[in-house]
């Protein structure tokens, strides 16, 4: 699984390793902020229970311009809660899962100058996803939390519009693709929508 990762990583990297030796000096950094919302994909599927699949979730980011329409940047974004409870034999069972996630991302955009720009995204993250179980027959319960990683790869777009020289408005789709442990919780694939402020220096 993790060969197959690293292989559809090869593009990306041959992409950085290929910018001219000068671009760090190209443009000023940025840093951002988004907020927005988390979609777990087939989550609620099949399950005939209370099952809410949406969380709010963040991110912060800092990157550079490498050119005028390619950037790289590197971001922390924080899940909140999906959901699910109902009853298996009689016994009543909640689940709740959050995840946390680094990730490392080439961004590319056009049109090269103006206010707007709309920015195709591909790279890399490392997650971390946080378990809790609780089940209760109404006399006795039992919680058991437990927590899992991995590396997933991420694409997705986004459009940004400058206000001024120092503030870009952004706004992103994030498509987190095969999150979890195919072997043990499984995968799922997360969309997030998110939007923002930026701030160039």
Same mark, same amino acid.
């Given at each position: 699984?993790?060969?197959?990762? !690293?292989?559809?990583?090869?593009? !990306?990297?041959?992409?950085?390793?290929?910018?001219?030796?000068?671009?760090?000096?190209?443009?000023? @950094?940025?840093?951002?902020?988004?907020?927005?919302?988390?979609?777990?994909?087939?989550?609620?599927?099949?399950?005939?229970?209370?099952?809410?699949?949406?969380?709010?979730?963040?991110?912060?980011? @800092?990157?550079?311009?490498?050119?005028?329409?390619?950037?790289?940047?590197?971001?922390?974004?924080?899940?909140?809660?999906?959901?699910?409870?109902?009853?298996?034999?009689?016994?009543?069972?909640?689940?709740?899962?959050?995840?946390?996630?680094?990730?490392?991302?080439?961004?590319?955009? !056009?049109?090269?100058?103006?206010?707007?720009? +709309?920015?195709?995204?591909? @790279?890399?993250?490392?997650?971390?996803?946080?378990?809790?179980?609780?089940?209760?027959? @109404?006399? !006795?319960?039992?919680?058991?939390?437990?927590?899992?990683?991995?590396?997933?790869?991420?694409?997705?777009?986004?459009?940004?519009?400058? +206000?001024?020289?120092?503030?870009?408005?952004?706004?992103?789709?994030?498509?987190?693709?095969?999150?979890?442990?195919?072997?043990?919780?499984?995968?799922?694939?997360?969309?997030?929508?998110?939007?923002?402020?930026?701030?160039?220096?």
């Amino acid at each position: 699984m993790h060969s197959k990762k !690293l292989v559809m990583a090869l593009p !990306l990297l041959a992409i950085v390793m290929s910018a001219p030796a000068n671009a760090a000096n190209h443009q000023a @950094g940025y840093v951002g902020f988004t907020a927005g919302q988390a979609t777990v994909d087939d989550l609620c599927d099949g399950i005939d229970a209370s099952c809410d699949d949406d969380a709010v979730s963040f991110r912060i980011h @800092g990157g550079t311009e490498l050119t005028d329409f390619a950037s790289l940047e590197v971001g922390y974004r924080y899940m909140d809660d999906v959901e699910a409870s109902g009853f298996i034999s009689g016994v009543a069972v909640a689940a709740a899962v959050n995840g946390h996630f680094v990730d490392t991302t080439l961004q590319l955009g !056009l049109p090269e100058s103006g206010p707007f720009k +709309v920015f195709s995204k591909a @790279g890399l993250m490392l997650w971390r996803l946080n378990y809790e179980v609780e089940a209760s027959n @109404g006399f !006795l319960s039992i919680s058991e939390s437990d927590d899992d990683s991995g590396v997933a790869f991420r694409t997705g777009l986004g459009m940004s519009y400058q +206000v001024s020289e120092q503030l870009r408005l952004r706004a992103d789709w994030d498509f987190l693709v095969n999150v979890g442990d195919e072997d043990e919780t499984g995968e799922a694939d997360i969309s997030v929508f998110s939007i923002g402020p930026e701030f160039r220096f």
